[in-house]
């Protein structure tokens, strides 16, 4: 059973189903459960847990009856997506670099934060959608 998972509700679905795919695939380790690139769903799972899915916006909207969604503007994050990698040399970079080869632009290169933790260091992209999605290592 999935206690809690996050959802996020898409415009581009074929292109943020590719994103997620390989990075979480191919960074966290992660396997596809239901859906397809062609959507409106998609979902995968991380020890027999939901990590993540992926909804049409659209289709949600037409599901509870709302609206039609008016398109959303870039650059006003309402959430952060983060993902937690290895620590180790270059595994931050390559994982930034998995993200871009799967549709991703990177925001910001791996650095270290001390701020947020001793040993801490973050990379930061944008997903198809525009979502900001933080690797991080410690």
């Known amino acids: 059973m999935d206690a809690l998972h996050p959802r996020l509700l898409v415009d581009d679905f074929p292109g943020t189903f590719r994103f997620y795919r390989g990075l979480l695939e191919g960074v966290a380790g992660a396997t596809p459960a239901r859906g397809a690139e062609e959507g409106p769903y998609a979902s995968w799972d991380l020890d027999g847990q939901t990590l993540l899915s992926l909804y049409d916006r659209a289709a949600m909207a037409a599901d509870v009856g709302a609206p039609a969604p008016a398109p959303r503007s870039p650059g006003q ?4 997506l983060v993902l937690r990698v290895p620590a180790g040399e270059g595994v931050l970079e390559a994982a930034a670099e998995t993200g871009e080869c799967h549709g991703g632009t990177l925001v910001a290169a791996a650095r270290a934060l001390p701020g947020w933790g ?10 198809p959608e525009g979502n900001l999605v933080e690797l991080q290592s410690y």
């Open 77 to 80: 994050d309402v959430t952060v």
């Open 118 to 127: 001793p040993t801490l260091r973050a990379a930061h992209l944008r997903d």
